[in-house]
């Protein structure tokens, strides 16, 4: 195991050592690589949708490696952990192959990939954890059936990986809240649960983001493509699952659901039952408020995190 290398050091060096190597690294390689990625080619439906035209695309590809390396160096490894790795890359890379391709990919062979990647870490985490689900405002706890649990998580992990896909549409916003909503978790594993793995692995993650948001601030030099948002998506689901406390998702990432989902059901209450919502409404949300209400991307950015950080605050004054 590569994190007995480390066994010499003390917790907090090893944590010390992995995040500064993690930003640094992902920041250097960022550099390095920006000019093979593919370039963005413009979104003719999204407000300010041509600035981003010609610009690298798919940093994700390289954050999200620097981030499953370093969980590799600095965590401890079990079989779980690695399945859950393995999904962030396959996330990860189909996001890549999209954001590379001439012809998008229609939206169907996209939702097939995120069932199967939400089928194996449902599996796997019922597999390791049980089907115990845990209500932190009031302790109480209770087992459901695990073939129903496993179809909840693959909602919850459906669900986490399109409404994070949806918000990366203006320079710095969905890394942002990324981190807001990570960070809700971490206090959760450090305070509640004493996971020190997911903490750490929570941590690693947010430095890995910080090191491209260095690029991605507005007006930013390279944008993270699905290959950053469905993969972050995805793990923030997984850390969801892994506070024994899913529920918890919903106002720690509630700017992502309201944001990013809000189109979503719009989209699909249209196409499939023909029922047609918020029509005066321009999703996602960050396109309505920037285009109807003349928000500035600083301040949307901005105005979404501070309603974020407000809402995580008073749900850790409330489980804490």
């Not at 229609?106 to 990939?113: A, D, S, V």
């Not at 203006?170 to 793995?197: H, K, R």
């Not at 030099?221 to 506070?243: E, H, P, Q, V, Y």
């Not at 995190?305 to 605050?313: G, H, L, P, R, Y």
Request: charged share 10%; aromatic share 10%; proline share 3%.
């Amino acid at each position: 195991m590569l994190y007995s290398i480390f066994d010499n050091l003390s917790g907090k060096s090893i944590t010390f050592v992995g995040l500064l190597l993690a930003f640094l690294i992902t920041c250097i390689l960022l550099k390095v690589l920006q000019n093979i990625l593919p370039r963005d080619g413009g979104r003719a439906y999204a407000v300010n949708g041509g600035l981003s035209q010609g610009k690298p695309r798919g940093a994700g590809l390289v954050f999200i490696l620097v981030f499953v390396v370093a969980t590799l160096l600095f965590v401890p490894i079990s079989r779980e952990l690695i399945i859950y790795l393995l999904m962030i890359i396959a996330a990860m890379m189909s996001g890549y192959l999209d954001d590379s391709s001439k012809a998008p990919w229609g939206e169907y062979k996209k939702g097939l990939i995120d069932l199967i990647i939400a089928l194996v870490c449902a599996v796997t985490y019922v597999n390791f954890n049980g089907s115990t689900l845990t209500i932190l405002t009031t302790g109480t706890s209770f087992e459901l059936n695990p073939v129903l649990y496993v179809l909840l998580a693959m909602l919850l992990i459906w669900v986490s990986i399109n409404v994070t896909n949806c918000t990366d549409g203006v320079d710095g916003l969905s890394g942002s809240i990324g981190i807001a909503t990570t960070f809700t978790f971490y206090l959760v594993f450090v305070s509640i649960t004493e996971n020190q793995d997911y903490a750490l692995i929570s941590l690693l993650m947010i430095a890995c983001i910080l090191g491209y948001l260095w690029f991605n601030a507005s007006p930013s030099k390279l944008l993270m493509g699905d290959a950053g948002s469905r993969a972050i998506g995805l793990f923030i689901a997984i850390i969801a699952l892994k506070t024994g406390s899913p529920l918890l998702y919903i106002p720690a990432a509630i700017v992502f659901i309201i944001d990013g989902g809000l189109g979503l059901v719009k989209v699909a209450l249209l196409r499939f039952f023909k029922i047609k919502i918020l029509a005066n409404t321009r999703t996602p949300i960050h396109d309505h408020v920037r285009k109807n209400l003349g928000w500035s991307d600083t301040q949307t950015v901005f105005r979404f995190i501070t309603i974020q950080v407000m809402v995580s605050f008073i749900v850790l004054y409330l489980v804490l």
